[in-house]
């Protein structure tokens, strides 16, 4: 499977550094209407409460150790969750149990051997890092709690990467220009902001952002051509505040050239039910479309993020290799405080009901034939959205 899948934040550390870096500082804007207050108040809250609903549906399953040595194709979940040298590790590296690699996805902290996020929370949480060093920056703010319209120069200091849990303190001292704008359609979103970074690397970026009392609302988009790849990624996030209900949606997505690769992933959190759906796809394509998807894991998860009861988990595996799990589609019941397994049939009937990824991998064909160009996943405007809109219409 192809490990270096694109990333929001980029495809290089220097990338990754510089875009952060960029958008933190001692910001000014010669021509808005502020009541100087600083901007930090709206954006930096806001992507704390999204990042505590991402957290809580990580915790719809939990780790689990131990392993197996009995390899049994197509079969229920529980005969393959600690197969030995399953699947191929999440981590770039090896091989790893199913369960292993479930769990490491369903750990907003884990890295792969090239110290990228590669899990779902990882992936949107990059983007809210980066959004948050726009709020933190101090720039004046305008009637919607946001950065006023205009052009920001912002240079980051070792207050901002303080106030976005960032260590590395070699982004100190980088410098970016950020233009901000109010958008025409204000239904979903108040306020886009656009940048590139400086130097050769000068992949654009977009965000759309709404971070008041009501809802936190943020998109955004990445065009990876500076890095010589036809590449583009895309993340949305949608919080209610009123209903607390969180849904957030992800794609990345390689079109042509010497890279591949597709992620995919939707979820839906109702926090007073404490119900959590997700539906992921990590995989690598061989032609560039749909029917060359290989070397993947999809899955679907129901599940409780307060950590009760059971877990409903379907996995679809295919192209893992000779000797390790064979391609086929294994469902069970996962307890959700500790990852192992509580059912011993194949079965999607826990504690939530789930579906299985033998109709919903239609969802991620769906997706991936849906995009034809970089521009399109790029591209996000005032009516970007989720693709959907509960666990009735996600899978």
Known sequence: MERRLKRISGLTTTLIIGMVIGLSGCGSNEDNDDDGASGSSALVTGV??????????????????????????????????????????????GYETLSDWLGHMFDGTF?????????????????????CFVGAAGLPVDGTGLPADGTHSITITAAMLSSCNESDASMVGLTVSVVAATLSDTTIYDKSFNFTLPGSESCPYKFLARANSSAVNIAAGEDQNCDGRDHASRAVMRFDLSSRLFRFYYVSHAFSGSGSGFEFYRGYYDETADEAYILGFYGGDTNYTSAGLNNY??????????????AAVSAKVAGQGSGHLSDGVYNGCVTSSNGTISSSTDTLSCTLTGTSMSSAYTQITTEYDSFTSRSQIYDIGATTDVDFTNNSDMY
Request: proline share 2%; no cysteine.
């Open 111 to 131: 890295v792969n051997s090239n110290n990228s996020h590669v899990t779902f929370e990882g992936r949107l949480e990059n983007n809210l890092k980066i959004l």
């Open 48 to 93: 704390s409460q999204v990042n505590s609903q991402l957290s809580a549906v990580s915790d719809t399953i939990g780790s689990s150790s131990g392993s197996s040595s009995v390899i049994t194709p197509f079969s229920a979940l529980d005969t393959v969750w600690t197969t030995t040298d399953g699947v191929i590790a999440l981590s770039n590296s």
């Open 297 to 310: 894991i999809g899955f679907t998860v129901a599940g409780k993020p307060s950590g009760s009861g059971t």
